[in-house]
């Protein structure tokens, strides 16, 4: 789990630093790198294409403040925790576009920063909404809904998504539990298809809204209709054809 601080404040950067230190001791992986300046940290992910799991970040800062920067970065990441910090609640209403987790007055205390901290946690274990992987690029976080299929050729996986492709090594067993629960099926044993994107069954065709059109077997794409059609089959905007 990758956390991030942002503050234009050495000495917030070392009390931060301090209590990740002392809550790594409960959550050992757990990771932090320190910017001190939205320029920076912007700059950082804009160029390496790095996601972070958890942002820390001060309001008050010269040239691109703590909102805009929370902003910013959930345009690129949906799933991203944020934790502002502040010292006047005059900022508070400001802060909720960017959906931030919570907000952290200064002085900061342990107890409130370990609470607030196992609860991201917990919520990123959870979060269904986002596939986390590691590429030759880094830690990227992809959401589900711009997922159009995973495919693999043995030794790696490749996400494909309406813009691009990105490979990383693993098998289907370690993850399919947990794509199966994100509405994902199984098209054969090369494709994990997103069941959002298909459009038409035909067999032995699966056609997604992509144009494009993936081969499987008969019991693959019964077991598909069974898993799309739980409601009214007529008012689905899938096309079925026997």
Same mark, same amino acid.
């Given at each position: 789990?990758?956390?991030?601080?942002?503050? &234009?404040?050495?000495?917030?950067? %070392?009390?931060?630093?301090?209590?990740?230190? @002392?809550?790594?001791?409960?959550?050992?992986?757990?990771?932090?790198?320190?910017?001190?300046?939205?320029?920076? #940290?912007?700059?950082?992910?804009?160029? @390496?294409?790095? #996601?972070? &799991?958890?942002?820390? +970040?001060?309001?008050?800062? %010269?040239?691109?403040?703590?909102?805009?920067?929370?902003?910013?970065? @959930?345009?690129? &990441?949906?799933?991203?925790?944020?934790?502002?910090?502040?010292?006047?609640?005059?900022?508070?209403?400001?802060?909720? $576009?960017? @959906?931030?987790?919570?907000?952290?007055?200064?002085?900061?205390?342990?107890?409130?920063?370990?609470? /607030?901290? +196992?609860? $991201?946690?917990?919520?990123?274990?959870?979060?269904? &909404?986002?596939?986390?992987?590691?590429?030759?690029?880094?830690?990227?976080?992809?959401?589900?809904?711009?997922?159009?299929?995973?495919?693999?050729?043995?030794?790696?996986?490749?996400?494909?998504?309406? /813009?691009?492709?990105?490979?990383?090594?693993?098998?289907?067993?370690?993850?399919?539990?947990?794509?199966?629960?994100?509405?994902?099926?199984?098209?054969?044993?090369?494709?994990?298809?997103?069941?959002?994107?298909?459009?038409?069954?035909?067999?032995?065709?699966?056609?997604?809204?992509?144009?494009?059109?993936?081969?499987?077997?008969?019991?693959?794409?019964?077991?598909?209709?069974?898993?799309? #059609?739980?409601?009214?089959?007529?008012?689905? $905007?899938?096309?079925?054809?026997?």
């Amino acid at each position: 789990m990758r956390v991030a601080i942002c503050d &234009d404040q050495d000495e917030w950067v %070392e009390q931060i630093e301090k209590y990740l230190t @002392r809550f790594k001791q409960s959550f050992q992986n757990i990771k932090w790198e320190s910017f001190y300046s939205a320029e920076e #940290f912007l700059n950082y992910i804009g160029n @390496r294409n790095n #996601f972070f &799991d958890i942002l820390i +970040t001060d309001i008050e800062m %010269e040239k691109i403040n703590g909102i805009e920067l929370a902003k910013r970065v @959930r345009e690129k &990441d949906s799933g991203i925790v944020i934790f502002f910090l502040t010292s006047h609640d005059e900022y508070i209403r400001q802060c909720f $576009a960017p @959906r931030p987790l919570g907000f952290w007055d200064k002085p900061l205390e342990y107890v409130q920063f370990e609470k /607030d901290m +196992t609860q $991201a946690v917990n919520f990123l274990k959870n979060n269904s &909404d986002v596939f986390s992987f590691k590429d030759k690029n880094g830690y990227m976080r992809i959401p589900y809904s711009n997922i159009i299929y995973f495919r693999t050729n043995g030794k790696k996986i490749i996400l494909h998504t309406f /813009d691009t492709d990105y490979e990383f090594y693993g098998t289907f067993k370690n993850h399919e539990k947990i794509w199966k629960s994100a509405g994902f099926v199984k098209a054969n044993r090369f494709y994990y298809l997103n069941s959002e994107f298909i459009f038409r069954l035909k067999p032995p065709n699966i056609y997604l809204q992509n144009g494009e059109k993936i081969k499987s077997t008969q019991s693959s794409i019964n077991t598909i209709k069974m898993i799309i #059609f739980k409601s009214d089959c007529d008012n689905a $905007a899938i096309q079925m054809e026997d």
